[in-house]
């Protein structure tokens, strides 16, 4: 991966204060990179498999406020960053690995020392509007208080309330491991008087309830944006593309990561164009559609979150995320006819007995990859490759089975040649239209 260096810079203290807020820029700039390519711990999903089942109660209409904000907390998948592997739930301590360093996730249980325990409410809320700590210290905008800060005052409440009924844990969190010059904490505060906006989102007249609850949903409390939005040069949301598309790195082994794309959940092509509201509601419940089956980081989306979540929620969810206004995926280049039909001959020898050689798919056999497959189609072909390479990582615990002879990893049948002609070739067959895969793509995740 190319993560670029840290060069050394001079003093500061030596500086005329023309180029000494130059160098501050600069180094904000940098430290707000830290959201733009972050990344966390591999972690077995049965790790937390066997803790989230108890944060999630039955929602009823006249819940109390303990059960709630246990909903809540399971709607905002607080468990997947706050539990580290084979640690305790919300104890912190998962690592988030950056181009500049380890960010590590705090400990959210009411332990008075090590935890939130001797927080109050006020600072809770704090915490959640603005980022900021009770000493008044800034949190890194890995934490997304920029999607937590539109909860209402009451669901706040209730998800603080829920989090002082777990069980303190006395689990130190390491120290950040942040390199000089980007561990300073104050130069945040530029960052969020330019980006954040705090606060619930107004009311759109001409909307539906079960819109709003959708957007509330997916925008506050399960920030789908953060992952499928791209980023700007300081690391906030873009707002020309919202739902465009965005990338996550995974830390695999010691030094060694590997990117995943989060697809474009907009209304385009080469988004969920193609989906009906039904079937996005379908995988977000059940990690399955006529799509796609889930697999690589969302496993812990919706494993961990929105398969527990009722019905009519994820109904909603799905009618906002289908009211996304269209962000075209940007053309790639045309493919060379040498490299498609090398990539025929591949797909036709290991892929089109399941994907069929219409790429339509079957129901038994394996999933479509013609119009309308988010993998296929998206701009970065990071999780396709990992797809063929690795085989797609089914969640955990598994799904009922559905593929007679689920798919294998190919990392040592194919060279990076073949993996990339066959990639490029389902990328443009078919009517599908996502530009070229290269050779230099494809060593990148090996």
């Known amino acids: 991966m190319p993560f670029g260096s840290t060069t050394q810079r001079p003093e500061?203290?030596?500086?005329?204060?023309?180029?000494?807020?130059?160098?501050?820029?600069?180094?904000?700039?940098?430290?707000?990179?830290?959201?733009?390519?972050?990344?966390?711990?591999?972690?077995?999903?049965?790790?937390?498999?066997?803790?989230?089942?108890?944060?999630?109660?039955?929602?009823?209409?006249?819940?109390?406020?303990?059960?709630?904000?246990?909903?809540l907390v399971t709607a905002g998948n607080c468990a997947s960053c706050h539990t580290a592997p084979g640690g305790a739930l919300m104890a912190g301590g998962l690592r988030f690995q950056t181009p500049f360093g380890a960010l590590y996730s705090t400990n959210i249980t009411p332990h008075p020392e090590e935890g939130i325990g001797a927080w109050t409410l006020a600072e809770f809320t704090r915490a959640m509007r603005l980022g900021e700590r009770p000493n008044g210290e800034h949190l890194y905008p890995a934490f997304p208080y920029t999607a937590y800060t539109r909860l209402s005052d009451a669901d706040i409440g209730a998800i603080f309330a829920f989090l002082r009924t777990l069980a303190p844990v006395s689990q130190p969190v390491p120290a950040n491991e942040l390199a000089f010059p980007y561990r300073p904490r104050p130069l945040l505060a530029l960052w969020t008087r330019r980006s954040l906006t705090s606060g619930p989102q107004p009311e759109e007249p001409l909307q539906s309830g079960e819109w709003h609850r959708g957007r509330y949903l997916a925008e506050a409390l399960a920030h789908c944006s953060a992952c499928h939005s791209p980023r700007n040069a300081l690391g906030a949301e873009d707002s020309k593309a919202p739902y465009g598309g965005g990338l996550l790195v995974d830390l695999v082994e010691v030094d060694k990561y590997r990117e995943w794309s989060a697809p474009n959940l907009s209304s385009s092509a080469g988004g969920l164009g193609a989906w009906h509201k039904d079937e996005l509601a379908d995988y977000l419940h059940t990690a399955r559609n006529r799509f796609l089956e889930s697999f690589g980081p969302m496993n812990e989306v919706i494993m961990n979150s929105t398969r527990y979540l009722q019905r009519d929620d994820v109904?909603?969810?799905?009618?906002?995320?289908?009211?996304?206004?269209?962000?075209?995926?940007?053309p790639g280049d045309e493919p060379d006819p040498q490299v498609l039909g090398r990539g025929r001959t591949v797909y036709n020898l290991h892929c089109g007995t399941c994907h069929l050689p219409t790429g339509a798919g079957d129901p038994q056999m394996g999933p479509r990859l013609n119009q309308g497959s988010l993998v296929v189609l998206d701009g970065n072909p990071a999780?396709?490759?990992?797809?063929?390479?690795?085989?797609?990582?089914?969640?955990?615990?598994?799904?009922?089975?559905?593929?007679?002879?689920?798919?294998?990893?190919?990392?040592?049948e194919l060279s990076d040649a073949e993996v990339a002609a066959v990639a490029t070739y389902v990328r443009n067959s078919w009517q599908n239209r996502a530009g070229v895969v290269t050779e230099a793509q494809v060593a990148a995740q090996r």
Do not use: C
Request: hydrophobic share 50%; aromatic share 6%; no cysteine.
């Open 12 to 71: 500061v203290a030596s500086l005329p204060v023309s180029r000494w807020l130059l160098v501050a820029s600069a180094l904000l700039v940098a430290l707000l990179l830290l959201t733009v390519v972050q990344s966390r711990a591999a972690k077995t999903p049965s790790s937390i498999e066997a803790l989230v089942p108890a944060l999630v109660p039955v929602l009823l209409s006249d819940a109390s406020e303990l059960e709630r904000g246990a909903y």
């Open 315 to 330: 109904d909603a969810m799905a009618v906002y995320l289908k009211s996304l206004p269209a962000i075209a995926t940007a």
């Open 383 to 412: 999780s396709m490759i990992n797809a063929i390479l690795y085989g797609p990582q089914a969640p955990e615990p598994p799904l009922p089975e559905k593929w007679r002879h689920p798919m294998g990893e190919f990392q040592y």
